[in-house]
């Protein structure tokens, strides 16, 4: 059974920063392709950050900067790192893994001006 659990969301005033987890269990985590993704009332859903098994990472433009994926393969976990956050992060942020196109249930994510 797949599991994705993120944790780390929260109020933050605008300019200030937030650390989201996400800790996966029931995959083959070294190999798997972790993403953020993130959907604010109205708009669709959109990809943050990529994280692919060796580590390396793209981002979306609009958090070129400001936003850091990373992943520890010891212990089944990946985190977003997101500083000089804007209003406009305000969002529920999830985490997905590929293959298998498997979802958290989300975290949202308020910033306040």
């Known amino acids: 059974q797949v599991q994705l659990v993120e944790s780390g969301g929260g109020l933050v005033q605008a300019g200030g920063s937030l650390r989201l987890s996400c800790a996966a269990s029931?995959?083959?985590?070294?190999?798997?392709?972790m993403n953020w993704y993130r959907q604010a009332p109205g708009k669709q859903r959109e990809l943050v950050a990529s994280?692919?098994?060796?580590?390396?990472?793209n981002y979306a433009d609009s958090v070129k900067g400001r936003f850091t994926g990373s992943r520890d393969n010891a212990k089944n976990m990946v985190y977003l790192q997101m500083n000089k956050m804007k209003p406009e992060d305000t969002a529920v942020y999830y985490c997905?893994?590929?293959?298998?196109?498997?979802w958290g249930q989300g975290t949202q994510v308020t910033v306040s001006s």
């Open positions: 997905s893994a590929n293959p298998g196109n498997y």
């Open positions: 029931g995959i083959i985590f070294t190999f798997a392709t």
């Open positions: 994280i692919n098994a060796r580590g390396s990472t």
